[in-house]
């Protein structure tokens, strides 16, 4: 079965899992700039955001919301966590209550701390949501590098065939039913790739990095339990998949942050230079908040907070994480 698809959204990855499907069924994907839509379509390529990667010659692009889903049979959200609520309002006018919606989105709502299913379910109760997510880089992916993900939702009829239009034969999709589970991990661990970004910015070296990475694996297990989430999920692709990808590539946006700020430069600086969106600066002080609430200890998570808040260096958070009382890892 073939689905009419659009993808809202025409960032990075917005764009490449357009690529992606495009080579399954119909697809069509909206841009809020006109002339990124226009380039989609006509040149098919997205210089502003991927460079000169070539894009499927079926994918059509337009600035009109409207156009793009009023026809469509599946939705993909690719918008950074806090705009996604305000396109979400406008787009759930154009499509009828029964059109299954998946986030591609890695991130929390910072003012009502939700998940984007958890914000869909607010907006438009009862509708069939899902999330695709996993170490997916989008450069990699448009190269044709093999790739895994991992759909999860809770219909698990609808979400075999949602599942098929993201399948190539380099990118393999995996079936999931913890929604919240794959959500949190794909948010947290952005969080982390800025402690592993700042500890490489201070020239720590690669045994820092794996404690980091190890810790903070154990912090996103703790609190994504706490939270409802199944522990099998931190320790599979939309955890520890997705956390490997983003700590230690050099494409990642979050690590790239952390490590300009270990190097001294200040936030605002570092993010205005950026056209794509670095999720975990505004979801660090969510997961602190959200620790505190359930009562799991998050001594890394609380810390970038800290420093992305301008609180704290990241050289003051590291020696506050030497001096924390050692004890049992488990």
């Known amino acids: 079965m073939t689905f009419k698809v659009a993808v809202v959204g025409g960032g990075s990855w917005g764009t490449t899992v357009a690529h992606l499907v495009s080579h399954n069924t119909e697809t069509k994907i909206w841009c809020r700039d006109g002339e990124v839509a226009r380039s989609i379509t006509r040149k098919h390529r997205n210089t502003k955001y991927l460079g000169r990667h070539r894009l499927h010659p079926e994918l059509e692009a337009s600035n009109d919301l409207e156009e793009v889903v009023s026809h469509a049979q599946v939705i993909l959200m690719a918008i950074p966590s806090q705009s996604y609520r305000e396109v979400f309002r406008e787009l759930i006018g154009f499509v009828k209550p029964e059109i299954p919606i998946i ?14 299913t958890q914000l869909m379910e607010d907006e438009s109760p009862g509708r069939l949501t899902g999330v695709l997510t996993g170490p997916n880089l989008a450069a990699e992916v448009l190269s044709g ?10 219909n698990q009829s609808v979400q075999f065939e949602i599942a098929k239009i993201f399948s190539t034969d380099t990118f393999r999709v995996y079936t999931s039913r913890d929604v919240i589970g794959c959500e949190l ?6 969080v982390l790739a800025l402690a592993v970004g700042m ?3 201070l020239g720590t070296g690669d045994n820092t990095r794996a404690a980091v990475v190890t810790r903070g694996l154990a912090e996103l297990a703790r609190l994504g ?4 989430g199944l522990p099998e999920t931190f320790s599979g692709l939309a955890g520890l998949g997705d ?3 983003t700590c230690f590539s050099p494409q990642s946006r979050n690590r790239y942050v952390g490590e300009q700020l270990g ?14 969106v670095a999720e975990g600066v505004v979801t660090a002080p969510v997961v602190s908040d959200l620790a505190k609430e359930h009562g799991v200890e998050t001594p890394i998570s609380d810390q970038v907070s800290a420093v992305v808040r301008g609180v704290i260096t990241p050289a003051d958070a590291y020696d506050v994480l030497l001096l924390r009382e050692q004890g049992s890892e488990h």
Not at 185 to 190: I, L, S, V
Not at 225 to 228: L, P
Request: proline content about 0%; overall charge neutral.
């Open 103 to 116: 986030s591609l989105a890695k991130g929390l709502e910072q003012q009502s701390q939700l998940t984007m």
């Open 145 to 154: 590098y093999a790739t895994a993900s991992v759909v999860a939702m809770q």
């Open 185 to 190: 991990g794909g948010a947290f661990k952005n």
């Open 199 to 201: 500890t490489t910015g």
């Open 225 to 228: 339990s706490a939270m409802g």
């Open 243 to 245: 956390l490997v990808a």
């Open 263 to 276: 190097k001294g430069r200040e936030i605002q600086e570092v993010l205005s230079e950026m056209s794509n």
